[in-house]
């Protein structure tokens, strides 16, 4: 428990909700990053710029984070090249299946008591803790 | 309040009310503030997230705050928001109607939280360490993009919003 940071991450909380609410206030969307990517990834007339802007500003604050409070991006879990493409492609693929991961079937598809939300949640939370007990209790944080 | 199923078609045109440079700005706009709140909420972080999802372990409670908080303030603001005839900048709010659970939902999210599980990374903070430039962001950004298109050449007929 010694890293547990109730504080920021409430704060943090709020501000990816009211970036989902404004999505939602302004624009009439779901604040949904896989589908946003995925809607990318096809190219659609008309359908590019807002999808690139958006991404675009994910990326500014990354970089933000780089300069000014790198320790925000550390990463300490060290996964080899290869788990961490395996674990992409796993990511990516699921995620189009199921139509949404972690923003759109998380935090917007739970906030309207979507079924098929709170299913996703359900499925995605439980292989996500089997995935980290074998990764980090039976393999040890090698791989 | 006018809603339309999230589908294949392209979105309607914006509403003329504010001027297109404004519409495009604030999309920027939004994307930055989700990614400075998954920052400050340590979603950023790989092993914070495999630190909650490893329950065994030394576990991290951070990230149900993160989805307590954002659904918090969504779930407020969200029935409020529909009641509006229309969003500002565009002519229609596009909410997902599907209902039913199939096979592609479950097994779909289940893919997803193994990766989830393996890396430590979803979709936005995989977006957000690229900004970075951190190597296993990069990585699992393209391996994920990869595996979005795989799936798309395969199936061409897969939905693109949430």
Same mark, same amino acid.
């Given at each position: 428990?010694?890293?547990?940071?109730?504080?920021?991450?409430?704060?943090?909380?709020?501000?990816? &909700?009211?970036? #989902?609410?404004?999505? %939602?206030? $302004?624009? @009439?969307?779901? /604040? !949904?990053?896989?589908?946003?990517?995925?809607?990318?990834?096809?190219?659609?007339? &008309?359908?590019? #710029?807002?999808?690139? %802007?958006? $991404?675009? @500003?994910?990326? /500014? !604050?990354?970089?933000?984070?780089?300069?000014?409070?790198?320790?925000?991006?550390?990463?300490?879990?060290?996964?080899?090249?290869?788990?961490?493409? @395996?674990?992409?492609?796993?990511?990516?693929?699921?995620?189009?299946?199921?139509?949404?991961?972690?923003?759109?079937?998380?935090?917007?598809?739970?906030?309207?008591?979507?079924?098929?939300?709170?299913?996703?949640?359900?499925?995605?939370?439980?292989?996500?803790?089997?995935?980290?007990?074998?990764?980090?209790?039976?393999?040890?944080?090698?791989? | 309040?006018?809603?339309?199923?999230?589908?294949?078609?392209?979105?309607?045109?914006?509403?003329?009310?504010?001027?297109?440079?404004?519409?495009?700005?604030?999309?920027?706009?939004?994307?930055?503030?989700?990614?400075?709140?998954?920052?400050?909420?340590?979603?950023?972080?790989?092993?914070?997230?495999?630190?909650?999802?490893?329950?065994?372990?030394?576990?991290?409670?951070?990230?149900?705050?993160?989805?307590?908080?954002?659904?918090?303030?969504?779930?407020?603001?969200?029935?409020?928001?529909?009641?509006?005839?229309?969003?500002?900048?565009?002519?229609?709010?596009?909410?997902?109607?599907?209902?039913?659970?199939?096979?592609?939902?479950?097994?779909?999210?289940?893919?997803?939280?193994?990766?989830?599980?393996?890396?430590?990374?979803?979709?936005?903070?995989?977006?957000?360490?690229?900004?970075?430039?951190?190597?296993?962001?990069?990585?699992?950004?393209?391996?994920?993009?990869?595996?979005?298109?795989?799936?798309?050449?395969?199936?061409?007929?897969?939905?693109?919003?949430?």
């Amino acid at each position: 428990m010694d890293q547990f940071t109730p504080i920021a991450s409430t704060i943090g909380g709020l501000l990816i &909700g009211l970036s #989902a609410s404004l999505m %939602l206030l $302004l624009h @009439g969307r779901i /604040a !949904g990053i896989s589908g946003i990517l995925g809607g990318l990834l096809k190219r659609r007339a &008309g359908d590019v #710029a807002w999808r690139l %802007l958006f $991404l675009g @500003g994910l990326v /500014a !604050g990354g970089l933000v984070f780089a300069l000014v409070s790198p320790d925000l991006l550390t990463d300490d879990l060290q996964r080899s090249t290869a788990t961490t493409a @395996g674990a992409g492609l796993l990511v990516g693929i699921g995620t189009r299946l199921s139509q949404g991961c972690t923003s759109g079937h998380g935090v917007c598809g739970l906030s309207r008591f979507s079924p098929r939300s709170a299913v996703a949640v359900v499925t995605f939370m439980g292989t996500g803790v089997v995935a980290a007990y074998i990764s980090q209790r039976i393999l040890g944080g090698a791989l | 309040m006018t809603t339309t199923p999230a589908s294949d078609t392209p979105p309607p045109a914006a509403a003329p009310r504010f001027p297109p440079l404004v519409t495009l700005a604030s999309y920027f706009g939004i994307g930055a503030l989700c990614a400075v709140g998954l920052g400050i909420s340590g979603m950023t972080r790989p092993e914070k997230v495999v630190n909650f999802l490893d329950v065994t372990g030394n576990w991290d409670p951070s990230l149900m705050c993160v989805m307590g908080g954002a659904i918090a303030i969504h779930l407020a603001l969200y029935k409020w928001i529909l009641k509006r005839d229309s969003p500002l900048m565009a002519s229609v709010f596009q909410i997902p109607q599907q209902r039913t659970i199939t096979g592609r939902l479950v097994g779909g999210a289940a893919l997803f939280g193994l990766g989830w599980g393996l890396s430590g990374f979803c979709p936005g903070p995989g977006v957000v360490g690229t900004g970075g430039l951190g190597s296993s962001a990069i990585v699992f950004v393209i391996a994920m993009l990869v595996g979005m298109q795989t799936l798309h050449m395969l199936d061409p007929a897969t939905p693109s919003e949430s």
